[in-house]
Antibody
Framework: QLQLRESGPRLVKPSETLSLTCTVS??????????WGWIRQPPGKGLEWIGN???????YYNPSLKSRVTISVDTSKNQFSLKLSSVTAADTAVYYC???????????????WGQGTLVTVSS | SYELTQPPSVSVSPGQTARITCSGD??????VYWYQQKPGQAPVLVIY???ERPSGIPERFSGSSSGTTVTLTISGVQAEDEAEYYC??????????FGTGTKVTVL
């Protein structure tokens, strides 16, 4: 059974860099059918897509966050990571790691999600 | 930026039908996906490609589309269906966008 698990600091100071890692178990991250990525949800608010990465390192990001986001992959550890720089209180959110799977043609679904981890930006 | 609009809330009695709409200009050209999120849990995919149901999702969940509006229908609502529901699609620049969310309350 595929599982995704987020890990990283739960508290980050303003202007610093938020760093999270997602460990994938039950499947290889190098499977060429999937992209891996991050989605976040501020407390009491909706979902926001951050970006995705392919096992080759190919990435694409939400334009609204692109200048601050880096997603990377480590196939040897079956992990991928998120870095978000220059954080403010507005970046306080539950961060989910996800798998994006193709489902025919232009169909792409987020079919597996981690449990999520709350990261708070505060001094 | 591209937006998907949902009603904030829908209330329904057990056994009745709940309909949740999602509106967006690009919806005639892009597939829509629906996620169910219960408090403190990660979202779960309940509909993909407008109307397809993943394995393990009850048949009472169905999706349909008409022009710029798509609809998630829950037939014979059960207490366990009380949750927040989000639609999701893609804009012209391959950016994934989520709807504003609809809280379904089972009376």
């Amino acid at each position: 059974q595929l599982q995704l698990r987020e890990s990283g600091p739960r508290l980050v100071k303003p202007s610093e860099t938020l760093s999270l890692t997602c460990t994938v178990s039950g499947a290889s991250i190098s499977n060429n059918n999937f992209y891996w990525g991050w989605i976040r949800q501020p407390p009491g608010k909706g979902l926001e897509w951050i970006g995705n990465i392919y096992y080759t390192g190919d990435t694409y990001y939400n334009p609204s966050l692109k200048s601050r986001v880096t997603i990377s992959v480590d196939t040897s550890k079956n992990q991928f990571s998120l870095k978000l720089s220059s954080v403010t209180a507005a970046d306080t959110a539950v961060y989910y790691c996800t798998r994006r799977a193709g489902c025919g043609g232009d169909c792409y679904r987020f079919d597996y999600w981690g449990q999520g981890t709350l990261v708070t930006v505060s001094s | 930026s591209y937006e998907l609009t949902q009603p904030p809330s829908v209330s329904v009695s057990p056994g009745q039908t709940a309909r949740i709409t999602c509106s967006g200009d690009a919806l005639p050209k892009q597939y829509v996906y629906w996620y169910q999120q219960k408090p403190g849990q990660a979202p779960v995919l309940v509909i993909y490609k407008d109307s397809e149901r993943p394995s393990g999702i009850p048949e009472r969940f169905s999706g349909s589309s008409s022009g710029t509006t798509v609809t998630l229908t829950i037939s014979g609502v059960q207490a366990e269906d009380e949750a927040e529901y989000y639609c999701q699609s893609t804009d012209s620049s391959d950016t994934y966008v989520f709807g504003t969310g609809t809280k379904v309350t089972v009376l």
